[in-house]
């Protein structure tokens, strides 16, 4: 598809931050955005990249009264020799189509997803910051544009990209964190969207997790929404315990989103030789475990953090320390290796990079 270009004249262009040590994720956005149409009767049409900018929605635009949006999240490296690296860009590209489907909205050929970023950051390189542990967040999303009153799938969406720089997604940074695990609020429900990146999971998890947040802890641990006793997810992030010398992780049930870095996480696990179990696990299992010491890791994962140690979890007002609290052996070897991969300093056994024609 052609993609009309349109720059930010010099003079308008945005400060760039000074210091990529103090990069707060979320909060700078790059000069231009990538824009995408749909109607029904002509599919998606009108490509174009253009300069950073509000939108105008209708009153009436369906996505604000029914929730049909969804997003990813992925991120750029540059490397030391001055490449752009995506982390297996197609991973997402498939899961944005999957949720797409589950919201009965309009997919989006990955082919179209990889040429309208490629366009995008070929404006916006300079925006992807040097530094170690630093990278350029992008955020695909689609909305229901349509302005119409009535349950049903709209029939007009806007897709877009937009993107910035960003350093830890935690100000702990790569360091353990504490948990919350809550048995009175839940995230989704099997047969309902939790595998699907949409907009409501999140609004979803926001009391329980300013909840946590006022209790003092970093995020929250979800259990199942039938039974209450089976671990989800933490957070934004998939979770994953060493138990003995097994890699054990929540198996994707349908209410659970099934994360790139998760996927990487066991493919490299495997890879290494660690034994790794996808299936349910109880809180009670876990809790057991940390006190006897059997699980002596946990672990979040997810594109933001990469892998988020855990040093604490607290449940029924009883707060258990994992090990001595600090980064386990598995924790830094699998976050320094998807890092190096992800920055181009290590081989790249499984081809998950794709570099970017800037």
């Known amino acids: 598809m052609e993609i009309k270009i349109q720059p930010v004249e010099p003079g308008k262009r945005r400060s760039k931050p000074a210091d990529e ?75 944005f189509n999957r949720s797409a489907v589950r919201m009965c909205m309009p997919e989006v050929e990955p082919a179209l997803q990889n040429q309208a970023l490629d366009a995008l950051l070929k404006l916006d390189v300079d925006w992807i910051p040097h530094s170690v542990g630093s990278s350029l ?34 100000p702990e940074g790569f360091n353990p964190i504490k948990i919350f695990v809550s048995d009175e ?23 329980a997790a300013e909840y946590a947040k006022e209790k003092g802890y970093t995020q929250v641990l979800w259990l199942d929404a039938v039974e209450r006793r089976y671990v989800e997810e933490v957070g934004t992030m998939n979770i994953f315990f060493r138990i003995k010398d097994e890699l054990v992780t929540p198996a994707l049930t349908g209410s659970i989103l099934p994360g790139v870095t998760r996927d990487s996480v066991i493919q490299l696990a495997r890879h290494w030789g660690i034994k790794v179990t996808e299936r349910a696990i109880a809180i009670d299992e876990v809790i057991d475990g940390v006190r006897s010491g059997e699980v002596n890791e946990i672990f979040g994962t997810g594109t933001a953090a990469v892998v988020s140690p855990v040093g604490e979890i607290c449940y029924k007002d009883q707060c258990h320390q994992i090990r001595d609290g600090d980064v386990g052996d598995w924790s830094q070897r699998l976050y320094d290796e998807i890092v190096a991969i992800q920055n181009g300093t290590k081989e790249d056994p499984f081809g998950w990079t794709r570099q970017v024609p800037v």
Request: net charge positive; charged share 20%.
């Open 21 to 95: 040590s103090k990069l707060i994720f979320g909060k700078s956005f790059s000069d231009h955005m990538f824009v995408l149409d749909y109607r029904s009767e002509q599919g998606w049409k009108d490509a174009r990249v253009i300069p950073y900018q509000d939108f105008c929605l209708d009153p009436a635009a369906m996505v604000l009264h029914y929730g049909q949006g969804i997003f990813e999240g992925l991120k750029a490296y540059r490397t030391h020799d001055g490449r752009i690296l995506l982390f297996r860009p197609d991973k997402n590209w498939e899961r």
């Open 185 to 207: 609020y839940v995230r989704a429900v099997r047969g309902g969207v939790g595998s699907a990146k949409t907009m409501a999971n999140y609004a979803a998890s926001l009391y």
């Open 137 to 170: 967040y992008i955020r695909p999303t689609m909305i229901a544009s349509e302005p119409a009153l009535g349950v049903r799938p709209a029939k007009e969406y806007l897709y877009y990209i937009i993107t910035g720089p960003v350093g830890a997604y935690y």
